[in-house]
């Protein structure tokens, strides 16, 4: 029998995730909203779905890195 038939099938549900990313845009020609669409574009192709947004605009990080 061949390998693939022995493998689990893939449940056909999605799950769902909440994410936070923190956008470092210093030096960049692109705006927030554009770095945001690209994310997007990249869940989509791996069949993904964005459901919502929330830009909470930018804040100042203490400390160095």
């Known amino acids: 029998e061949p390998a693939q038939s022995q ?8 799950r769902n995730y909440r994410a936070t990313f923190i956008l470092d845009n210093r030096g960049k020609e692109e705006t ?7 994310v997007k574009k990249v869940i989509a192709d791996v069949q993904g779905d964005v459901t919502g947004v929330e830009n ?9 890195v």
């Open 7 to 14: 493998r689990p099938k893939m449940n056909a549900t999605k």
């Open 32 to 38: 927030v909203d554009q770095i945001i669409d690209g």
């Open 56 to 64: 909470i605009g930018k804040k100042d990080f203490i400390g160095s």
